[in-house]
């Protein structure tokens, strides 16, 4: 038997004495190409010529590329890459081009193909600000292939929807669900997906890459369809319908005078107590007080407590200090203690006393001091 120095002294003449592998050149297979119309919800893929991706940002249809990826895992880990990349764009109809890598040697190629098409585009991804792109780049600088992620525009579906809709989906699949009411049937889940690529490479399974090649079809058919409902809801925003992105719109977006536009637009008796509030600030800002303390008021009556304090300022702005006290102490004996904390320095006549120790039963005290009912219990007085 050879002792540990031989057999590796053996290994390597072995290894030096073997002929070099000869390189053979991996033709890239064509990319997956054909084109789609409607979302298998039935929602019609018919782009608008503009689209309204913000508040204030419109692009063509023309600019979008839509992406999405699947990969080998998650995270930053090298044995994490792209073996498909889904894209859609608008020419004549929604073009879906896929370009699937048939061995892990082609992932450059897939790469090359993809970051030749997003150039001069507008990414449409779900998470691709955390995930895709980044990807995109590390895999890029591996095959010093030029991608600059920063310099490219990006509509992350991902966090928009989680910014203007009350639904908050984690997953492209939950989005769907939720704003679109459709649920895939007999798909590949996502952490299935790359253990059927595993199988495909390996096996060389058919079916497998069809029921993968179908999975990515469909969350790029997703993204299309979610811009669509995310274009509405900045359209109906900005026309000042009642709607969630509304209020965004209206509470974050807005300029000043556009938010004064929208708010007066809502019927009077339709304001709620937020409406109320926001057009008090409003008046308040352009120095327009006597407007202020009424839209206070209203926003008081409707329910928010702290509209009163700004009503109270206003009036001493005024120099209305007679009322200014009487809705002090009005708002003293009924709010609670942080509302009366912020009241107590325009109560003048009010009585000093510690809100937070004030409390219901308190506020009808037996009028004999304490310290004379002592005095009575003792028989003294």
Not at 58 to 82: C, I, M, N
Not at 348 to 358: C, K, Q, S, Y
Request: glycine fraction near 4%.
């Amino acid at each position: 038997m050879m002792d540990l120095a031989t057999r590796i002294r053996a290994y390597r003449q072995t290894k030096h004495s073997e002929k070099p592998i000869a390189q053979v050149a991996i033709t890239p297979a064509k990319p997956f190409e054909s084109q789609e119309q409607v979302h298998p919800c039935g929602l019609s893929l018919e782009l608008p010529e503009k689209l309204a991706c913000d508040f204030r940002c419109d692009f063509s249809r023309e600019e979008l590329l839509f992406l999405d990826l699947e990969t080998t895992g998650l995270g930053s880990a090298e044995q994490v890459y792209p073996f498909l990349i889904g894209t859609a764009f608008w020419q004549d109809g929604l073009i879906m081009r896929q370009y699937f890598a048939e061995t892990p040697a082609e992932e450059k190629d897939i790469l090359a193909a993809t970051l030749s098409a997003i150039r001069q585009r507008v990414l449409v991804t779900f998470n691709g600000k955390s995930f895709d792109l980044p990807l995109l780049a590390r895999r890029a600088e591996k095959y010093g292939l030029p991608f600059e992620k920063h310099s490219t525009q990006h509509v992350d579906l991902y966090h928009t929807i989680r910014r203007i809709f009350p639904e908050k989906p984690a997953r492209l699949s939950d989005a769907e669900t939720r704003l679109l009411g459709f649920e895939r049937k007999d798909d590949l889940s996502g952490a299935a997906v790359a253990q059927a690529y595993f199988e495909y490479v390996r096996f060389g399974a058919e079916e497998r890459r069809q029921a993968i090649l179908e999975h990515n079809r469909l969350d790029v058919l997703a993204l299309a369809a979610l811009l669509l409902r995310v274009s509405q809801a900045f359209c109906d925003a900005r026309s000042g319908k009642m709607a969630w992105a509304y209020k965004i719109h209206r509470d974050k977006s807005a300029g000043l005078k556009e938010r004064k536009l929208l708010l007066e637009q809502i019927p009077a008796l339709k304001r709620d107590a937020r409406d109320w509030f926001l057009l008090g600030e409003i008046h308040h800002k352009e120095k327009n007080l006597r407007r202020a303390t009424l839209c206070y008021l209203r926003s008081y009556r409707y329910g928010f407590a702290n509209a009163l304090v700004r009503a109270v300022r206003c009036l001493s702005a005024l120099r209305r200090f007679h009322l200014q006290s009487l809705l002090a102490r009005y708002g003293l004996r009924r709010e609670q203690a942080s509302v009366q904390k912020q009241l107590l320095r325009y109560s003048h006549d009010a009585p000093l006393f510690n809100p937070v120790a004030e409390s219901a039963d308190h506020r009808q005290k037996d009028p004999v001091p304490k310290a004379a009912r002592s005095d009575q219990n003792r028989g003294i007085a």
